[in-house]
Each structure stands twice: as C-alpha cells, then as structure tokens.
C-alpha cells in the first residue's frame, strides 16, 4: 500500500480482555516496528522484526504482550488481560531497511481499557 | 540511562520568523540524530535526519549538529501556522538503529 495501515484507529476494551491490533507496513519495507505514546510523550520503543524474525524485543513491557509476524509482512501486536495502564496509541513503523532511524509510521491504533 | 532532553514549550512564533529547536543528549556514542513531526492526533513524521557534524539543509529547514557539545537543533525559516505541531528529537547509537531513543517534545505555535 501507499502507506502504513493499522487496525483498529480506536479500540475500547474492559480490563482483562484478549486485544490484538494489525499493521500492514508499506510494500518492500523489511523492518517493521511497533511503539506506544502516551499524551505529552514520546514514543516508547516496543518490539523491531527485520523479516519474520522478532529482532530486539527488549521493550515489551512484560510477558502479557507478544508480536508476531509471520510472513515477513503484516504484524500483529497482541495483548493479554489488559490492564488500565496499557492505554495508549500504538503506533506501528516500517523502514526500508535495517538500521535506519528513517521511520515511516502508520496513524496508530487507540487503546482505551476501562 | 540515556536521554533526550527537549523544552516542552509552547515556543511561539510569529508567522515569518525563524522557529529555534533545540535538544540535548546523554549518550556520547548517539551517531545518528532525527526531528520528527507530529501534528496533534497524528503520528510522527520525518522532518530532518542528521549524522555528520555541521549543518544539514532542506528547503525551509535546517538541522545542526554538536557532538562534542551534545546537541543538536532545528531551524524553521519563514515559519507558517502550518508549521505549528509538537517536534521530537530522536536518536540512536551507530550499533543500535533500530531502538530510537526519543525527546518527549517541543510545541511550536507559528501565529498568523
């Protein structure tokens, strides 16, 4: 696609709800990214993929959380029990290559747990 | 632990003026240095990217970078409402691309 896509925009969930949320990164983009921001924040650095392969997962904040690419393409983010805490805009990112800070993200996935 | 510092702001701006954005950083091995836009209720946007010490220009913007001082800025010339958003400032160590470490941002009000 001409961009990246994520799904849902906005997601309302109660706490302790099984939640996933989906990128479609730009066509022929290896690397793919996943970040969370809070209001007056900055992005918080989450889980990176080069291919199908989960490269550095050093930012996932706890065993709940869990990514996953299968085909090299799409990436699914997937939360388990969620919690108040984990409200946010989860924001997806792709680059052409490795190594680059030359992010392109999509327009995030809303979180909101009651 | 490493940072990126950023004035929060608001820093304001009469339309026309040249917009100064400034950030500090802790690490001393940061080779790669980034200015992401974000308009409220959108996501980041490359702006600039810098790697070399110097300044680095692109139309209306110019990026600038100190590493021995440990900053690096960012200037709006002929600054337009359209330019007013929150902008970070981002960098990376030359072995670790792939884990930005991020400012929480300045907010730039350009006003007519």
Not at chain 1, 45 to 57: E, H, N, R, S
Not at chain 1, 92 to 108: D, P, V
């Amino acid at each position: 696609g001409a961009g990246v896509s994520q799904t849902p925009s906005n997601k309302v969930t109660e706490k302790g709800k099984y939640v996933e949320l989906r990128c479609d990164p730009i066509s022929g983009h290896t690397a793919l990214y996943w970040y969370r921001q809070s209001l007056g924040q900055g992005p918080e650095f989450l889980i990176y993929f080069q291919g199908t392969g989960a490269a550095d997962d050093s930012g996932l904040p706890n065993d709940r959380f869990f990514a996953v690419r299968p085909e090299g393409s799409v990436s699914t983010l997937k939360i388990q029990r969620t919690e108040r805490g984990d409200s946010a805009v989860y924001l997806c990112a792709s680059s052409l290559y490795s190594g680059t800070g030359e992010l392109f993200f999509g327009e995030g996935s809303r979180l909101t747990v009651l | 632990q490493k940072e990126v510092e950023q004035n929060s702001g608001p820093l304001s701006v009469p339309e026309g003026a040249i917009a100064s954005l400034n950030c500090t950083y802790s690490d001393r091995g940061s080779q790669s240095f980034f200015w992401y836009r974000q308009y409220s209720g959108k996501s980041p946007e490359l702006i600039m990217s810098i790697y070399s010490n110097g300044d680095k220009e692109d139309g209306r913007f110019t990026a600038q970078l100190n590493k021995a001082s440990q900053y690096v800025s960012l200037l709006i010339r002929d600054s337009q409402p359209s330019d007013s958003a929150t902008y970070l400032c981002a960098e990376s160590n030359a072995g670790n691309n792939r884990k930005l470490i991020w400012g929480l941002g300045t907010s730039l009000a350009v006003n007519p």
